[in-house]
C-alpha cells in the first residue's frame, strides 16, 4: 500500500513587509523550518514519497544561499521528492530551477516535473501525471491532458497541479490557471495532489489541496498542514490525514470593549493564545483611565510574547471620568486641555491623535498623583 506526503506552497523567500523587520525575517525564517519538520514527518512514517504541488519558491530571483538553504533543508528524508512549477516558480526558460540546477543545488532524490508526460515510481507501481506551470498564468486546464493519459497496467494513477479548481473555491473565479472540478473522476486518478489554495481542503474523495505547511494570511483555512495519504489500489478511494507542522497561528480579531469585564475577557484571551502567534488585533468602544491603562499593560505583555502583535485602536476612544478628572487633579489649564481632546476625539481627522495625546497626558498626571489619591480611584464596571 503505497504512502505518499502531499505538500504544496512552500514559498521559500516570501517577504513579510507588514510586519517590523525582526518578525518579518523569523517567519521567513519559519518557512525553512518547516521544510525540516516536513523532512522529518516523511522519514519517520517512512513514505514511499514526497509530492509538492508548486510554489516551492516565492519568486525567480531567489539568493544563491536561499537556493542551497532549501535544498538542504530536505536532507532528513532520502526518498524521492517529486516536484512541480508552480505560478510562483514557473518552469520559464530561465528560472529559479535552472539556476538551482547550475549551481548544482539540486540533490539527486529530487525530481522536477517540468514536462507533462507521466513520471514512474515503477517500485511501487505508481505513476504520477504532473500539469507543470511554464508561465506564471495561463487560462488553459492543463491537466486536461491526464484524461488521455497512458500508464502502465495496473499501477496507481495520481496527478500533481496546482491552480484553481473552478466554480468550488470563492477565488476561482475568472482566476488563472484552472482546473476542471471532475478532473480526477475523468482521468482516473486514485489520486490528484493540489496546490494554490494555501488551506487544507478535500474538493472530492480523490482530490485534496494540502495547504501551506505554514500559515502566511489571516484566513480560517486549516493552513499549517500536510497530508499524509495512502493508496490501496487502483480505482479505491485514498485516506488522507492532515498532520500539524506549522509553528505560528495566525489570528485575527476584533474586539469591542466598554467595561472592566470586556477588558478581563480579553486579557483571558491573550494569555490563553500560544506564545508563537501572529495576532492582529481591532479595538473598538471606549474605556475610562483605569481600564486604559490597564489594557495598554496587557498589550505590553503580549507583545513581548508573541512572534507578532498589531493593534489597531484608532477606535477606542479613552473617556476619562470625572472622577478621573478630579483624583488627577486636572483643573485651571491642563483642565481646559483634557476637555479639548476629548473634543478633538470625535474628529475623524484628529480623533486617533487626541485619543493617544490624553492617554499620555493622563498617564503622566497619574504618575505625579501621590500614592494616597489613586489608591481610591474607581474603576469602571
Same mark, same amino acid.
Given at each position: 500500500?503505497? &504512502? ?9 523567500? &516570501? ?10 525575517? =523569523? +517567519? ?9 519538520? @516536513? ?14 504541488? $508548486? ?28 516536484? @512541480? ?19 548544482? =543545488? ?6 522536477? +516535473? ?21 508561465? &506564471? ?19 496507481? &494513477?495520481? $496527478?500533481?497541479?496546482? $491552480? ?26 486514485? %489520486?490528484?495532489? +493540489? ?13 485534496? %489541496? ?8 489571516? *484566513? ?16 479505491? =478511494? ?46 473598538? $468602544? ?5 481600564? %486604559? ?13 508573541? *512572534? /507578532? ?8 476612544? @479613552? ?8 483624583? +488627577? ?6 483642565? /481646559? ?45
Amino acid at each position: 500500500m503505497p &504512502r505518499f506526503l502531499h505538500t504544496a506552497d512552500w514559498q521559500i523567500g &516570501r517577504q513579510y513587509t507588514r510586519f517590523e523587520q525582526d518578525d518579518a525575517m =523569523a +517567519l521567513a525564517e519559519a518557512r525553512l523550518s518547516a521544510v525540516e519538520r @516536513l523532512a522529518a514527518l516523511a522519514a519517520e512514517e517512512q513514505v514511499d514519497a514526497v509530492l509538492v504541488a $508548486g510554489d516551492i519558491f516565492d519568486a525567480q530571483t531567489l539568493s544563491e544561499r536561499t537556493l542551497h538553504r532549501t535544498f538542504q533543508a530536505l536532507a532528513a528524508y532520502s526518498g524521492p521528492w517529486v516536484m @512541480l512549477p508552480g505560478n510562483h516558480d514557473a518552469a520559464l526558460v530561465e528560472s529559479v530551477w535552472t539556476r538551482a540546477a547550475r549551481m548544482g =543545488a539540486i540533490p539527486a532524490n529530487v525530481h522536477l +516535473l517540468a514536462s507533462p508526460e507521466p513520471f514512474i515510481l515503477a517500485n511501487i507501481s505508481t505513476a504520477i501525471l504532473p500539469a507543470p506551470l511554464t508561465q &506564471r498564468q495561463t487560462y488553459q486546464d492543463l491537466t486536461a491532458w491526464f484524461d488521455h493519459a497512458e500508464t502502465p497496467e495496473g499501477f496507481l &494513477r495520481i $496527478g500533481l497541479a496546482h $491552480g484553481s479548481v473552478t466554480g468550488l473555491l470563492a477565488e476561482s473565479v475568472d482566476s488563472p490557471n484552472p482546473i476542471a472540478a471532475d478532473r480526477a473522476a475523468s482521468a482516473r486518478l486514485d %489520486y490528484l495532489a +493540489l496546490g494554490d489554495w494555501h488551506g487544507c481542503k478535500q474538493i472530492d474523495a480523490h482530490t485534496w %489541496y494540502s495547504g501551506t505547511p505554514e500559515a502566511d494570511r489571516f *484566513r480560517n483555512n486549516a493552513s499549517g498542514q500536510a497530508l499524509l495519504v495512502s493508496l490501496k489500489a487502483p480505482g479505491e =478511494a485514498p485516506s488522507a490525514t492532515p498532520v500539524e507542522v506549522g509553528q505560528h497561528g495566525w489570528h485575527q480579531w476584533q474586539r469591542q470593549l466598554a467595561v472592566a469585564s470586556d477588558v478581563d475577557a480579553l486579557m483571558a484571551e491573550l494569555q490563553a493564545l500560544p506564545a508563537r502567534s501572529v495576532l492582529d488585533l481591532t479595538l473598538q $468602544g471606549q474605556l475610562d483611565l483605569a481600564g %486604559y491603562q490597564r489594557l495598554e499593560q496587557a498589550l505590553g505583555l503580549a507583545a513581548g510574547r508573541y *512572534r /507578532s502583535l498589531q493593534v489597531h485602536q484608532d477606535e477606542l476612544t @479613552l473617556a476619562p471620568t470625572a472622577e478621573d478628572i478630579a483624583a +488627577l487633579q486636572a483643573d485651571g489649564y491642563v483642565g /481646559s486641555v483634557i476637555e479639548d481632546l476629548q473634543q478633538r476625539q470625535q474628529s475623524d481627522a484628529e480623533g486617533e491623535t487626541a485619543n493617544e495625546a490624553l492617554a499620555i497626558l493622563a498617564g503622566l498626571l497619574l504618575d505625579q498623583t501621590p500614592a494616597s489619591q489613586t489608591q481610591e480611584h474607581p474603576s469602571c464596571s
